[in-house]
């Protein structure tokens, strides 16, 4: 099996990545984060993989951290869930993130990756409760926040419209000891900057 692939990026088409290893290119499928983390082409590059073998054959998943190789193979574990909601899960939101809606058991955030339902999303966080390599971290999330603060101010920019991966980025560089009203001002001004 191959379990890590290292050469030249040598296409980028999402979600789908060819990588060049002394002359043979492999087309690995790869989570938008890992995607957006590639070099440029023609960089060297190096993806852990995920390999599987089929009747129709032989497909091959890359992903930038072990993390995210073990969250992808605990979601493939869930009956009702494939290779293909499996990436758009870790596409949608990062380890941390998705490992902080199941300790919240917070349906609503993995309801909003495209292909996954309400029965779904509620089965991802029945099965994937202490399964995900950073689910020890529930408050790593915002740790500088109180928890009820923090589920505030995530809820406050998710309704003005920012994506999960954007609201959690913000919340992660909070000062501690921030009000709901403090944390969702200084969020914002995080976010403006981008």
Same mark, same amino acid.
């Given at each position: ?26 087309? /690995?499928? /790869? ?21 599987? /073998?089929?009747? !129709? ?28 909601? *499996? ?13 902080s809606a199941v300790a919240r058991q917070e349906a ?21 409760? !202490? ?19 923090? !589920? !505030?101010? #995530? ?14 980025? *913000? ?6 000891? #921030? ?7 200084? *969020? ?7």
């Amino acid at each position: 099996m191959i379990g890590r692939l290292c050469g030249r990026l040598a296409e980028k088409n999402p979600p789908q990545i060819m990588i060049d290893v002394g002359g043979v290119g492999y087309e /690995v499928d /790869v989570p938008m984060s890992t995607f957006y983390n590639l070099p440029a082409l023609g960089e060297a590059v190096s993806l852990l993989i995920h390999h599987v /073998v089929r009747e !129709d054959g032989h497909f091959l998943y890359g992903f930038a951290s072990a993390d995210e190789r073990a969250a992808f193979r605990q979601l493939l574990k869930i009956s009702g869930v494939g290779a293909r909601i *499996a990436l758009a899960v870790l596409s949608g939101l990062s380890v941390d993130d998705l490992a902080s809606a199941v300790a919240r058991q917070e349906a609503g955030r993995l309801i909003k990756v495209p292909g996954i339902g309400k029965k779904t999303a509620e089965r991802l966080l029945l099965e994937l409760k !202490d399964k995900l390599p950073s689910a020890a971290g529930v408050g790593g999330l915002a740790p500088a926040l109180a928890a009820n603060a923090s !589920d !505030d101010v #995530l809820n406050a920019l998710l309704a003005l419209g920012y994506s999960d991966k954007e609201a959690s980025g *913000a919340l992660k560089t909070l000062s501690p000891g #921030l009000s709901t009203s403090e944390g969702i001002r200084q *969020a914002l001004k995080i976010l403006a900057r981008f």
